[in-house]
Nanobody, 125 residues
Framework: QVQLVESGGGLVQAGGSLRLSCAAS????????MAWFRQAPGKEREFVAA???????YYADSMKGRFTISRDNAKNTVYLEMNSLKPEDTAVYYC???????????????????WGKGTLVTVSS
């Protein structure tokens, strides 16, 4: 089992950048594929990006070019670098984990057994 804690959210102006972190506790972090999702008020949880233990990555088409996912297995942490932020990026961002999954398989929230509690990102216009 793995526990996930997100951090790094906050208030940023449009055009700005943020880096989110997701710290994982538990054993064998490197065996887990990790993903970022987001959920805006009144909307469904939306896939952002995923990364496998081998650092293979997978992005939602709308996130390519502005968001970058990475991981540091030595620190049990996955990151989401967000650039050129827009007001429509405002959401709670969640980190998810699933053991031995491919990055593409992480694109479906129902397939992910472990979640953090989220961190709020607010982008002002």
């Amino acid at each position: 089992q793995v526990q996930l804690v997100e951090s790094g959210g906050g208030l940023v102006q449009a055009g700005g950048s943020l880096r989110l972190s997701c710290a994982a506790s538990g054993r064998m972090f490197s065996d887990y594929a990790m993903a970022w999702f987001r959920q805006a008020p009144g909307k469904e949880r939306e896939f952002v990006a995923a990364i496998r233990w081998s650092s293979n990555t997978y992005y939602a088409d709308s996130m390519k070019g502005r968001f970058t996912i990475s991981r540091d297995n030595a620190k049990n942490t996955v990151y989401l670098e967000m650039n050129s932020l827009k007001p429509e990026d405002t959401a709670v961002y969640y980190c998810g984990a699933r053991m031995y999954a491919t990055a593409q398989a992480m694109g479906v929230p129902n397939a992910i057994p472990y979640w953090g509690k989220g961190t709020l990102v607010t982008v002002s216009s």
